[in-house]
């Protein structure tokens, strides 16, 4: 990492729903920095936190975590967020060393306008977002910029096809597709043309279903007729 990321955190003494609810209203978040010696509880200024994720486009960071005074280097493994608000409301770390290699999935993105879309008329699909790589500590990087301009029409983009810095092993399978420069759909038209029909399918259908019940049962007037055939008494000789 380019710059050293400095993040404070301090013990937390309570847990559960119910606590994490009454810290947050405190100005803080809970979150867990796991180590070798197992998990500890913390809490973490929430301002401080986000003002941290504002400026990095990636949340796979290292940071130089003082949790009371002790300073570690943290990979911040995940960020939860609120569904509706989308506030921080919790925070995971992992211990590291920077001199033992890690597994981490780094985003992918796509960068410049392949000729299949500017010149062939076709639309760029990004499949992967991520990619799974191991490499030390200090050669993570926010995101692998990947470039698609030489993309033609039908072309698709693999894993393999991807150069990265020897410094990352890519343990994600070379097979599977990173992006593709499709033809625009023409089934859309047909799905038009197809909903245009359906109402009179349907109204034919009906009238068909009708016309045969018609013909297989009496109508009510003809039930009225046969019921007083039934009851109608039988001639006196």
Do not use: W
Request: hydrophobic share 40%; charged share 30%; net charge negative.
């Amino acid at each position: 990492m380019s710059k050293e990321i400095k993040l404070s955190a301090s013990k937390r003494e309570t847990s559960g729903t119910t606590a994490a609810k009454a810290l947050r209203k405190t100005g803080f978040i809970p979150a867990i920095v796991y180590g070798e010696k197992g998990a500890r509880s913390v809490k973490i200024n929430t301002r401080e936190i986000d003002l941290m994720l504002k400026n990095h486009t990636s949340e796979n960071l290292i940071v130089d975590l003082s949790v009371d005074g002790d300073v570690i280097k943290a990979l911040l493994r995940e960020v939860q967020h609120e569904a509706v608000m989308g506030g921080t409301i919790h925070a995971d770390f992992l211990e590291i060393s920077m001199t033992k290699k890690m597994r981490v999935t780094i985003p992918v993105e796509l960068k410049g306008e392949p000729v299949g879309v500017s010149q062939q008329g076709g639309i760029l699909e990004h499949l992967l977002r991520h990619i799974e790589v191991e490499c030390l500590p200090g050669d993570l990087v926010e995101a692998f910029d990947v470039d698609v301009t030489g993309m033609a029409l039908g072309k698709t983009m693999l894993i393999r096809d991807i150069v990265l810095d020897p410094k990352f092993t890519v343990l994600t399978s070379g097979d599977v597709a990173v992006a593709t420069v499709v033809a625009p759909r023409e089934e859309k038209v047909e799905e038009v043309a197809a909903a245009e029909a359906t109402p009179e399918v349907i109204g034919k259908k009906k009238e068909e279903e009708g016309a045969a019940a018609a013909t297989a049962a009496p109508g009510k007037d003809a039930k009225k007729d046969e019921k007083k055939e039934e009851k109608k008494p039988a001639a006196k000789k």
